[in-house]
């Protein structure tokens, strides 16, 4: 008897060539289900990318070092969790290849008021020279960016210049509680508005220059240096190496991830992972209801020749494996061509681009991408083969266990 090797694979393919129109309905419904998850996946991962570099290029960097537990406890006391201007002698952050950017930022707190207007803010003091690199994603929707020259220059989110009435060019006051105690103030000029990818952000945030923040506070040093690296992929393996070359227990410094401060990018990307795992499940059942009618279609038509291949000897071992071959074969025709589609469709659309309305309080537009991945390319034909392998299961069992007689008389 001819074995599984030799034989089965042939056969099913014939099998699948003699059955043209069934067999192009199947792979229509596989194919099209990879097309889908790919496209709307691509979509998804486009979407997070934009939200992941949004939040690393304009406000968290790839790494933030601290003192050790500075966000935990240092919104409650923060003066006793500044880092020294001369910390860059015993961390030597430049020796790190991948590292592009280190800034200094110092936190501040308190109120600014412009004319009968008066509001808490929560800002940072930022090396207005770096800053302008390390926020590239920030949209100055008004004015301009930070100058080391305007000392007394602000930047104001969006949502805060509201609230104040404030526009660029304006004059505001400045109210906080320094290091010493009482109150500390300075007449600043809103030099522009700021959007980011955080409306919740906006609505209360506001830059200086460092020197400013310190003179305010009455403090020297910062609070956070922002590690800015070449590629965010490069994220975990400097961080390993950081931690590995400055011990948090001899050096009393802290490296924290980007993805360690993101909440809202976690939830989200959490809340559309789910979504997806709905997708992928539905398009699943789809082409295990299909793969499983178009077979057990084959095996009723195919009765007779099934008892005539037991009949001379064939076993009904042999019998399950060629229906399971012909839905593997399935499966990996119809995954194959549509992520040949798929990714073909893909580099159209995102060559063309997606339009995609701006958000709220900014007028730049932007088109949308499809972003597609081989792990996304390999995961979707992965689905395709697993679940195309589960709908031939229950078929191919069903033909192995016919009766010769019965299925020899099945087409008289």
């Keep these: 008897m001819p074995g599984f090797d030799d034989h089965v694979i042939g056969l099913a393919l014939r099998n699948l060539a003699r059955h043209r129109r069934r067999t192009a309905i199947a792979l229509a419904a596989i194919a099209f289900g990879v097309i889908a998850l790919l496209l709307v996946g691509g979509f998804i991962e486009w979407a997070f990318w934009g939200m992941r570099e949004g939040v690393i290029q304009s406000r968290l960097g790839h790494i933030q070092l601290t003192r050790p537990g500075y966000f935990e406890l240092g919104t409650a006391d923060p003066y006793n969790y500044l880092l020294p201007d001369d910390l860059g002698e015993t961390v030597d952050l430049q020796a790190v290849p991948e590292i592009s950017i280190v800034s200094p930022r110092l936190a501040v707190a308190g109120l600014i008021s412009h004319d009968e207007v ?4 929560i800002g940072e003091g930022v090396d207005p020279d770096k800053d302008a690199a390390l926020s590239r994603h920030l949209i100055i929707s008004e004015g301009e960016r930070l100058d080391a020259h ?13 609230t104040l009435g404030v526009k660029a060019g304006d004059a505001v006051v400045m109210l906080v509680t320094p290091r010493s105690g009482g109150v500390n ?5 809103v030099r522009g508005v700021f959007h980011s990818a955080s409306k919740e952000f906006d609505a209360s945030a506001l830059r200086m220059p460092i020197e400013t923040a310190k003179k305010l506070l009455r403090v020297t040093g910062a609070h956070t240096w922002v590690i800015l690296l070449n590629q965010t992929e490069n994220t975990d393996r400097v961080l390993h190496e950081l931690r590995n070359r400055y011990p948090e227990a001899q050096t009393q410094v802290a490296f924290t991830p980007w993805y360690r401060l993101a909440d809202f990018y976690n939830k989200t990307v959490k809340l559309f992972s789910r979504q997806m795992d709905m997708v992928r499940l539905v398009v699943a059942l789809i ?5 499983s009618n178009t077979l057990v279609m084959t095996v009723i038509e195919r009765t007779g020749e099934i008892g005539t291949l037991m009949a001379i000897g064939y076993r009904r071992r042999y019998i399950l494996q060629l229906f399971v ?3 593997v074969l399935l499966g990996i025709i119809g995954g194959g061509l549509g992520a040949g589609i798929g990714v073909l469709l893909g580099i159209i659309i995102s060559a063309i681009g997606i339009p995609m309305p701006p958000p709220p309080g900014v007028d730049v537009q932007f088109a949308g991408k ?17 679940t195309t392998l589960l709908g031939s299961l229950y078929p191919a069992w069903k033909a192995s266990r016919l009766e010769i007689v019965n299925a020899l008389r099945h087409n008289r």
């Design 287 to 291: 082409i295990v209801l299909s793969i």
């Design 185 to 189: 103030g300075i007449d600043a000029t």
């Design 118 to 121: 008066t509001t808490g803010f």
């Design 150 to 162: 305007d000392p007394n220059g602000l930047l104001l989110g969006a949502g805060l210049a509201e």
């Design 370 to 386: 499809i972003m597609i991945t081989w792990p996304m390319v390999a995961g979707v034909i992965a689905l395709a083969l697993s």
């Design 325 to 327: 071959s012909e839905g």
